[in-house]
């Protein structure tokens, strides 16, 4: 098999690297940034995290804050047209995986015009954009290091996977003092859902030793720290380390696949508004229980890499540790299911054909060790619902 790598041009890790967003300008040869941002941040002052040290070096930029939570096509619209009335060389991403999406998909709408949904994948986003420098402010999307977008489209209620170079940023500033301010559940449900990125870019059709390297790393740092940066929002270590094992379990997905947990949550929160990471969590110990067995020696080996199985115990004792930590983890952080989160019952029973259908033309599911039909999707959702 060939594996195609990819990555940022330029990662810069560690705390206070923000304060260098300029230096990352001048190494890329860049001048123009179009700040991207949303409204939370913007009002409460966090954007000035980057202003700041832009505009010590003379540099002014326009900002865009109306990006929402789970971009849709028509801000994205809305922010191609702000950009076309400035001269930006480039873009920045600033927050959490909604606004840096959404830099990503204006680059890729402003490149390529069209609309939104033509760029959804199997459609390839290759073509030469405006380079995004990208920087986190939540640990969890890893969308700082992938070459993907996630868009709604509005019309559809469809949660779309747009994939392709244009989307990768050509920068990341990965700096965890950022996160601080992040409350507990949002750190929870932004945690899990880079948990979930690595095991799933783990035991994916699709997984090569590059990406193999990232998500175990990314295991074992987030399986150790999520716990204690819910608990305790302050702990420089844990926030530090939630930080880096949501980039690398970025860097772990993008150059392997996501699979049947983001398979199933994209229609969860198109249908349902559901936070992203939240819906994932939902999901995370139903669907790993239906999979542990297709891929029982890789389940086995994340559960030892994340600390909950010792080195000596055989694959089927460290893949029921697995199910147990995964279980307790969601007590811990108190992820409520379908039900008690409060979601319509017979909405959702009714949209479960339509959502299982959203979520096999994702071509998500295809890259999960057991793939599953759509009744059995349907099944899954059913038993999640709690
Ligand atoms: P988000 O960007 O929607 O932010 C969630 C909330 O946290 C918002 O209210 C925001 O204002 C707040 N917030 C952000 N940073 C904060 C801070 N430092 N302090 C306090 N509050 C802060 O949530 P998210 O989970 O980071 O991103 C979710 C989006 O990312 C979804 O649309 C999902 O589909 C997408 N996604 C993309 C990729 C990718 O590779 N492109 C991967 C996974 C998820």
Known sequence: MIATIVSPRLLLVGGTAVTQVGE??????????????????ASSGTVERVL???????IDPPVFSDTVPDPTDTVVEA?????????????????????MDTAKAMAILAAGGGKMR???????????????????????????ATRFTVVTDTERNEKMLIAGLAALPAAAIVDHT???????????????????????????????????????????????????????????AAREAMMLGATLAGLAFSN???????????????????????????????????????????????????????????????????????DALNRDLAVPSPRSYGLDERRWNDLLP???????????????????TKEEIIALYREAWG
């Open 118 to 144: 033509d760029w959804k994948v199997p459609a390839a986003a290759d073509m030469a954009a405006l380079p995004i420098i990208a920087i986190p402010t939540t640990a969890g999307t890893g969308s700082e």
């Open 52 to 58: 700041g040290p832009l505009r010590a070096r003379g």
């Open 79 to 99: 922010g191609v047209k702000r950009l076309a009335g400035s001269d930006a060389d480039c873009l920045i991403g600033f927050g959490g995986g909604s606004p």
């Open 354 to 372: 339509l959502m299982a259908d959203q979520a096999l033309a994702s071509g998500s599911p295809a890259n999960n060790p057991r793939v599953p």
């Open 178 to 236: 950022l996160t601080h301010s992040v409350p507990p559940r949002t750190t929870a449900d932004t945690g899990i859902d880079s948990l979930t990125h690595a095991l799933e870019a783990y035991v994916s059709k699709r997984a090569n030793p590059y990406s193999d390297a990232m998500a175990l790393r990314a295991m074992a740092l987030i399986a150790r720290n999520l716990r204690t940066a819910y608990a305790d929002p302050r702990n420089e």
């Open 256 to 326: 392997s696949s996501v699979a049947l947990v983001h398979g199933i949550s994209r229609p969860i929160g198109a249908h349902f508004h559901v936070a992203h990471g939240l819906s994932n969590a939902m999901l995370l110990p139903t669907v790993t229980r239906f999979s542990l067995n297709a891929a029982l020696p890789r389940y086995a080996e994340a559960a030892r890499a994340m600390g909950v199985a010792r080195a000596e115990d055989d694959d089927a004792a460290a893949g029921a540790r697995l199910i147990v930590e995964l």
């Open 24 to 41: 990352v300008l001048a190494k890329l040869g860049l001048s123009r940034p179009f700040v991207v941002t949303d409204p939370f941040l």
